[in-house]
């Protein structure tokens, strides 16, 4: 393989955990837009603990990926109180906070950056990849998966059928920032340097339009997502200066005329009816 295929797959795997953390609270109907901040604790939980303290990496991407759905836990609580766009705001003025407190701490390079030992390499980043999507593919087919659906589409009526909706919004909320911590050790461990500045607000945003663009009505919508904002421009090189106009163009076409998204509900009960009408 050569560095190049490498390189892309490697940033394809990073962006499919990151659509991956977006998408769970997003299932709960939340928008998260400060995914970039427990990207953040995860990097430099995990670059902290092995730097410092000499932690293998199987002890400390679960320990970083741990710190950062615990903060998800205890901020998840006041910060659902919001909905909507207040939700969004609130989000975002979260993952700023995040940011800025890693820039300015000295004990982890501060603005200048922070320099990693430890190192992950490219499969094990994709093996990494390979199991969140695991994971998302069996807690789609749990309760859990039906509790999301149900909170999503009607709180009201959630909580009347005995579902905590609050309770399965901080689950959602708190899964998705362990996800993003996940992710963000193994960005870390792989590059061998994390900055407070990557971890900015236009990384939650693009991880929010994988989503929306590949669907959030499935679970298969962030990984087809991903792979199209990772894949296409590359595709697209022959444009050259022009490739960059030319994928926006496609997309806001594609919008125009899909806009619940790439992967539906309704297109898996086509190919499901189309299946069965075909089989004897």
Avoid: C
Wanted: charged share 5%; net charge positive; hydrophobic share 60%.
């Amino acid at each position: 393989m050569s560095g190049y295929l490498t390189g892309v797959l490697v940033v394809l795997a990073f962006n499919v955990i990151a659509a991956y953390a977006v998408y769970l609270p997003m299932a709960a109907g939340q928008l998260n837009l400060g995914i970039a901040g427990f990207m953040a604790i995860g990097a430099y939980g995990a670059a902290f603990l092995t730097n410092e303290y000499g932690w293998s990496m199987l002890a400390a991407v679960p320990v970083a990926s741990a710190a950062a759905g615990l903060v998800g836990l205890v901020i998840g609580f006041p910060v659902l109180r919001t909905h909507g766009i207040y939700l969004a705001l609130a989000t975002f003025a979260l993952g700023q906070v995040i940011a800025a407190v890693f820039l300015n701490l000295e004990v982890v390079g501060g603005a200048a950056g922070y320099t990693l030992s430890a190192y992950a390499g490219p499969y094990v980043v994709f093996a990494a990849a390979i199991g969140v999507v695991l994971v998302m593919l069996y807690l789609s087919r749990t309760r859990f998966a039906l509790y999301l659906t149900a909170v999503k589409s009607d709180p009201t009526v959630a909580d009347l059928m005995g579902i905590s909706v609050r309770g399965v919004q901080v689950a959602a909320f708190a899964l998705g920032a362990m996800v993003a911590g996940f992710g963000g050790a193994f960005y870390a461990l792989h590059y061998n340097f994390v900055e407070a500045q990557h971890f900015n607000v236009l990384l939650s945003v693009f991880t929010v339009l994988y989503v929306l663009f590949g669907g959030a009505q499935t679970v298969w919508g962030p990984l087809a997502g991903a792979m199209f904002f990772t894949l296409a421009p590359e595709a697209l090189r022959f444009g050259e200066q022009w490739r960059y106009a030319i994928f926006a163009l496609f997309i806001i076409l594609f919008m125009a005329i899909r806009p619940q998204g790439l992967i539906t509900t309704s297109l898996f009960q086509g190919f499901r009816r189309r299946s069965n009408e075909a089989s004897p």
